[in-house]
């Protein structure tokens, strides 16, 4: 399971690389359908962090990832 959220942490994507040149089922957690991190992943969440402000919201992200 990796979380990539915008910035998407270049260490992040490459765990999701070297495990699906091993064969790994990966599963993201994202914010973005543009996110780099889904060219890497088997099954794909995505949890919006806009807002009506200039600083993105975790909020929805974290939800997500407490309900699975």
Avoid at 13 to 40: F, I
């Amino acid at each position: 399971l990796a979380v990539s959220f915008f910035r998407y942490a270049h260490m992040t994507l490459e765990v999701l690389r070297h495990a699906r040149a091993r064969g790994l089922k990966t599963v993201v957690v994202t914010d973005s359908a543009t996110s780099p991190a889904l060219a890497h992943a088997d099954v794909a969440f995505i949890a919006s962090a806009s807002t009506l402000h200039h600083v993105p919201s975790q909020v929805g992200g974290i939800v997500l990832i407490d309900a699975l």
